[in-house]
Nanobody, 124 residues
């Protein structure tokens, strides 16, 4: 089972940027599809972005398209989420997730490995 540890969250003003990192250990990182989800207080966990095992395919939620970019470095066992033009509505705990499989998926229940989350707060 893969272990995931997120970092890079914090407090930022609207319009600012943050880069989240998720370091993985355990089974071979390159065998996992990776994703970012987020959960705001009182809301369900929602999909943000996902990336294929090689990094050749990505899918990003409409709510963050054009502002957020997901990438991975298999040599470093790390997946990233670059967040630009942040808005107050992006405030949430951001979670890194991993799954074994053969295709990209956005369903929260499809992911079996989760990090502990990192808080992102965007002030207006």
């Amino acid at each position: 089972q893969v272990q995931l540890v997120e970092s890079g969250g914090g407090l930022v003003q609207a319009g600012g940027s943050l880069r989240l990192s998720c370091a993985a250990s355990g089974r071979t990182f390159s065998t996992y599809f990776m994703a970012w989800f987020r959960q705001a207080p009182g809301k369900e966990r929602e999909f943000v972005a996902t990336i294929s095992r090689s990094g050749g395919s990505v899918y990003v939620a409409d709510s963050v398209k054009g502002r957020f970019t997901i990438s991975r470095d298999n040599a470093k066992n790390t997946v990233y989420l670059q967040m630009n033009s942040l808005k107050p509505e992006d405030t949430a705990v951001y979670y890194c997730a991993a799954r074994l499989g053969t295709d990209i998926t956005t369903g929260v229940n499809e992911y079996s490995g989760w990090g502990q989350g990192t808080q992102v707060t965007v002030s207006s």
